[in-house]
């Protein structure tokens, strides 16, 4: 069995365990924005660095007052530039991305307090998160006017290119707040770690010189747009690790249907 269907398979039984489990629940539905951030080949050391926006939205179907299940769509932009890296080696190799993220996951939340709208008597909670998804990301490189799909100009010589849809595993904390009534507000940071090394479409080592992938005119070496182009055929283009990670850190605002009925437990 492979590592993603083990992971959808323990997914898919936490989440129907809770649902019949549950005596009672409401719904909650909310809407969420701010920053979205990438650690990986071109931003090795920064976990906290963020590039570009990200919004979101869920449904939530919230057992008792420390947990609920919910489907959650996000969308975030992010980005790295060599050329804009503190590190000299860096900003040799000279390379760049950008790409969309468009993340649907199912995610588990657990309320550390007595949450008020699950039942509860608590205000305030802090609560972690975590779950499984699909991730759908395209790299890109914008010059001369032109953006060039590096997902689909085979960059490192592969045979067979990559998937750009792949499953990711969020996983997060936050803080939420029960301000009036069944409105609530909440901040959370969340990480996930795709099973893939290209989101920057940087993984594996440079290849042979009949392999370069040159565009443009004037042109450029999407391959090695090295500054004297030190990308040697064989040698490692990016770092060691097998996965990349992105994060999202938002702020938003949610409504709960609450039942009228009690839970029971």
């Known amino acids: 069995m492979t590592l993603n269907k083990f992971l959808l398979i323990i997914s898919f039984f936490t989440i129907s365990e809770q649902v019949v489990h549950a005596q009672e629940g409401n719904w909650e539905i909310g809407l969420m924005g701010g920053g979205a951030g990438y650690m990986g080949d071109l931003n090795q050391n920064n976990p906290l660095q963020i590039s570009g ?25 992010i980005q790295a530039k060599d050329s804009e890296s503190n590190n000299a080696q860096f900003r040799d190799r000279n390379l760049s991305f950008n790409t969309s993220l468009n993340e649907i996951s199912a995610l588990v939340d657990f309320n550390f307090f007595n949450f008020k709208l699950g039942g509860g008597t608590r205000q305030f909670t802090p ?10 990301f395209k790299p890109k490189f914008k010059y001369d ?29 936050g803080l939420r707040y029960n301000y009036k009534d069944t409105w609530s507000v909440f901040t959370e940071l969340g990480y996930r770690t795709p099973l893939t090394d290209y989101i920057d479409d940087v993984s594996g080592r440079y290849p042979g010189l009949e392999r370069h992938v040159v565009v443009g005119n004037p042109s450029i070496n999407l391959s090695d747009p090295s500054i004297g182009q030190i990308g040697v055929p064989g040698t490692q283009r990016g770092d060691f690790r097998k996965r990349d990670t992105y994060l999202f850190v938002s702020v938003g605002i949610s409504f709960t249907f609450v039942s009228s009925k009690c839970y029971s437990f």
């Open 53 to 77: 926006l990200s919004g979101g939205l869920y449904a939530k179907r919230n057992f008792n007052q420390y947990l609920g299940v919910r489907l959650n769509y996000t969308y975030g932009q």
């Open 127 to 136: 609560y972690l998160f975590t779950g499984a998804g699909f991730v759908a």
């Open 145 to 173: 006017g032109e953006t060039y799909r590096l997902d689909r100009l085979a960059t490192e010589g592969q045979e067979e290119g990559y998937k750009n849809a792949v499953l990711t595993i969020p996983y997060g904390v």
